[in-house]
């Protein structure tokens, strides 16, 4: 069954990090887990629950959205691992997410920076989307940022000013 509205995109970079160590294995920080605990509830009241979850395979990436899972309710989510998403260039995580099954309403993507703005900023329409939320995307993407997108054609369909960047969010626990 096809979604009937637009469907939305979430691009999420993962929370903060501890440092050193191999890059692949680094984990998540207790900030970086509260943070993330934050994107989740963030996520559940302001987009929904996603049918699918594209994920790098680092650890960091996973443990981000394992945190936001539990807290958005999203546990059930079909999870994507995807290599091509570890440290990928907009062109790799985009090939990634014109593999999506149509049927899915809500993607989520979380990777790493700079791939996922780059993809983010490839993504928005420059004329259609929020002027305050490319304010924000130009102003940088730290950590546990979601960039919210509607797009309007088919998964397959996506490329270069195809969707509206509808909002940034910073998810930030205390």
């Not at 501890?18 to 934050?38: F, I, K, N, S, T």
């Not at 936001?68 to 994507?80: I, Q, S």
Request: with cysteine; proline share 7%.
């Amino acid at each position: 069954m096809r979604p009937s509205g637009p469907r939305v995109l979430v691009v999420a970079r993962h929370a903060k990090t501890e440092q050193g160590g191999p890059d692949h294995e680094r984990a998540l920080l207790e900030r970086g887990r509260r943070d993330a605990a934050v994107a989740g509830r963030w996520l559940e009241a302001e987009v929904g629950r996603p049918d699918l979850v594209h994920v790098s395979t680092s650890r960091r990436t996973r443990q981000t959205w394992r945190a936001m899972a539990a807290t958005a309710g999203a546990t059930g989510a079909e999870l994507w691992p995807d290599r091509r998403l570890y440290l990928g260039h907009p062109e790799d995580l985009l090939a990634v997410l014109t593999e999506t099954p149509e049927e899915a309403g809500v993607v989520v993507l979380v990777g790493h920076s700079p791939g996922v703005p780059a993809l983010v900023t490839h993504l928005a329409h420059p004329d259609r989307s929020e002027p305050g939320a490319l304010a924000e995307l130009a102003a940088g993407f730290p950590t546990m940022a979601c960039a919210v997108l509607e797009v309007d054609g088919g998964w397959a369909a996506l490329g270069e000013a195809s969707a509206v960047l509808r909002g940034v969010h910073v998810a930030r626990g205390r």
